[in-house]
């Protein structure tokens, strides 16, 4: 048990989640994340190893980390990721252990991830047309993420998020057919809004759809109340009053919650994110590469923690994170 309290940042708030992107690359093309022919990722020699992985890890678990989320780009598409996954799942001070993936290669490593220790996954699908869907991700299959979603059924993983973009003029017609697909099938809907990221001059608002009234929307047509779910993300769940299938809303543009924020970001080349609505960073590589200590690292780790920023400011400066969502994985 990690009885050692997570660091405060300078707004008070306790920071015990990271989400670790393990790869910048992926096997899909999502407009809104990496745009069509985006070919310059990171070179893999620029990753860091796992072993540097685990030990920035124990670092912070000595700091107060609790929750780890493993995501990308597609997560699954690194080789060999289970061994840290394993080596990590392996930490008692981690009490939470997930990961979240575009399923298109879960048929075939959903029991493996399992067993090597991953708790909860989050999936990413914004649309059950197949055409439609090839559209949004640049040519993906549909198939293979419903196959996916069925290995990671049959291989024990429960409540499986997913997680829908909602894009005005792409899917917002599909927000009550996902739901009713979601509630079929045992998932739960998480419906996010669009956020300006990587678009350096480019973003238009085109396809922002603001949830607030979708979300009355819902509320009227399935009877829904205010619901809890576990998971420590900035999700704001429903439920249908008299089913208790629940839906959540992640709002950072008409609702943000930065107020409660708890967490922050590592890139798979070792960047610390502080803020996903800020371009505020710490390379931890090269402390790593020079033999920090593990108390060394946690004191660099105390330091950033201090200089998290308040909030985002996607609203005020729409232009201003030049990085793709891929590079740390929302
Ligand atoms: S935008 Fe920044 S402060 Fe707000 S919730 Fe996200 S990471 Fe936290």
Same mark, same amino acid.
Request: with cysteine; proline share 5%; charged share 25%.
């Given at each position: 048990?990690?009885?050692?309290?997570?660091?405060?940042?300078?707004?008070?708030?306790?920071?015990?989640?990271?989400?670790?992107?393990?790869?910048?690359?992926?096997?899909?093309?999502?407009?809104?994340?990496?745009?069509?022919?985006?070919?310059?990722?990171?070179?893999?020699?620029?990753?860091?190893?796992?072993?540097?992985?685990?030990?920035?890890?124990?670092? &912070?678990?000595?700091?107060?980390?609790?929750?780890?989320?493993?995501?990308?780009?597609?997560?699954?598409?690194?080789?060999?990721?289970?061994?840290?996954?394993?080596?990590?799942?392996?930490?008692?001070?981690?009490?939470?252990?997930?990961?979240?993936?575009?399923?298109?290669?879960?048929?075939?490593?959903?029991?493996?991830?399992?067993?090597?220790?991953? /708790?909860?996954?989050?999936?990413?699908?914004?649309?059950?047309?197949?055409?439609? &869907?090839?559209?949004?991700?640049?040519?993906?299959?549909?198939?293979?993420?419903?196959?996916?979603?069925?290995?990671?059924?049959?291989?024990?993983?429960?409540?499986?998020?997913?997680?829908?973009?909602?894009?005005?003029?792409?899917?917002?017609?599909?927000?009550?057919?996902? &739901?009713?697909?979601?509630?079929?099938?045992?998932?739960?809907?998480?419906?996010?809004?669009?956020?300006?990221?990587?678009?350096?001059?480019?973003?238009?608002?085109?396809?922002?759809?603001?949830?607030?009234?979708?979300?009355?929307?819902?509320?009227?047509? &399935?009877?829904?109340?205010?619901?809890?779910?576990?998971?420590?993300?900035?999700?704001?769940?429903?439920?249908?009053?008299?089913?208790?299938?629940?839906?959540?809303?992640?709002?950072?543009?008409?609702?943000?919650?930065?107020?409660?924020?708890?967490?922050?970001?590592?890139?798979?080349?070792?960047?610390?994110?502080?803020?996903?609505?800020?371009?505020?960073?710490?390379?931890?590589?090269?402390?790593?590469?020079?033999?920090?200590?593990?108390?060394?690292?946690?004191?660099?780790?105390?330091?950033?923690?201090? /200089?998290?920023? /308040?909030?985002?400011?996607?609203?005020?400066?729409?232009?201003?994170?030049?990085?793709?969502?891929?590079?740390?994985?929302?």
């Amino acid at each position: 048990m990690n009885d050692t309290k997570p660091p405060i940042d300078g707004f008070g708030r306790r920071i015990e989640y990271l989400r670790l992107s393990v790869t910048d690359r992926c096997n899909l093309r999502c407009f809104y994340c990496l745009p069509e022919g985006c070919s310059n990722f990171t070179p893999r020699t620029n990753y860091l190893t796992f072993a540097e992985i685990e030990r920035l890890i124990d670092a &912070f678990i000595g700091i107060g980390l609790k929750r780890l989320r493993i995501t990308g780009g597609e997560p699954l598409a690194r080789k060999g990721l289970n061994k840290l996954i394993e080596k990590l799942a392996a930490k008692p001070q981690l009490t939470d252990l997930s990961l979240s993936t575009n399923a298109t290669l879960l048929r075939t490593q959903a029991r493996a991830l399992r067993k090597a220790g991953v /708790q909860r996954l989050n999936v990413s699908l914004d649309s059950l047309d197949p055409q439609r &869907f090839a559209q949004i991700t640049g040519g993906g299959d549909l198939e293979a993420v419903l196959q996916g979603l069925d290995a990671a059924q049959k291989a024990g993983f429960a409540p499986i998020k997913i997680n829908m973009l909602a894009l005005a003029g792409v899917n917002d017609d599909e927000i009550e057919d996902m &739901f009713a697909f979601c509630r079929g099938n045992g998932f739960t809907l998480r419906l996010i809004e669009v956020m300006p990221m990587g678009a350096t001059g480019r973003w238009s608002g085109r396809h922002f759809l603001d949830l607030q009234t979708i979300k009355n929307r819902l509320i009227e047509r &399935f009877d829904l109340v205010p619901a809890d779910m576990e998971g420590g993300g900035p999700a704001r769940y429903w439920r249908i009053r008299k089913t208790h299938h629940k839906i959540g809303f992640i709002t950072p543009m008409s609702e943000h919650f930065c107020a409660t924020c708890n967490r922050v970001r590592l890139t798979a080349e070792g960047k610390l994110h502080l803020c996903l609505g800020q371009n505020a960073d710490l390379d931890f590589k090269p402390l790593l590469r020079n033999g920090a200590s593990i108390e060394q690292l946690q004191k660099a780790l105390r330091k950033a923690l201090l /200089q998290k920023p /308040q909030r985002h400011e996607f609203l005020e400066k729409p232009d201003q994170i030049n990085r793709f969502m891929a590079a740390t994985g929302g």
